[in-house]
């Protein structure tokens, strides 16, 4: 079983950017999808960014032109680059890794955007 550990939450003001990074345990090439999902307090958990290993993306259409989902396969790394940052994009935000045997969480990282 693959896991998945993200890192590079924090506080941003209305506007700014921030990266998140999510390391995989395995190769990226034996996964076949990564992405990112969040989840706001009170809300479902939405899909943010995905990225399948032929490097296919997609993206939440509330995120769409803001987010942009990228890996480098030599590291075992996916970045999620979040700019022109909303107060609505605050939330806890949750790696994962596609498998063959199923899908794997992180354990989510905070990003609160704030004045």
């Known amino acids: 079983q693959v896991q998945v550990v993200e890192s590079g939450g924090g506080l941003v003001q209305p506007g700014g950017s921030l990266r998140l990074s999510c390391a995989a345990s395995a190769r990226l090439f034996s996964i076949n999808a990564m992405g990112w999902h969040r989840q706001a307090p009170g809300k479902q958990r939405e899909l943010v960014a995905r990225?399948?290993?032929?490097?296919?993306?997609n993206y939440g259409d509330s995120v769409k032109g803001r987010f942009t989902i990228s890996r480098d396969n030599a590291k075992n790394m996916v970045y999620l680059q979040m700019n022109s940052l909303k107060v609505e994009d605050t939330a806890v935000y949750y790696c994962?890794?596609?498998?063959?045997?199923?899908?794997?969480w992180g354990q989510g990282t905070q990003v609160t955007v704030s004045s």
């Open positions: 990225i399948t290993s032929g490097g296919s993306t």
């Open positions: 994962y890794a596609d498998v063959p045997g199923g899908r794997s």
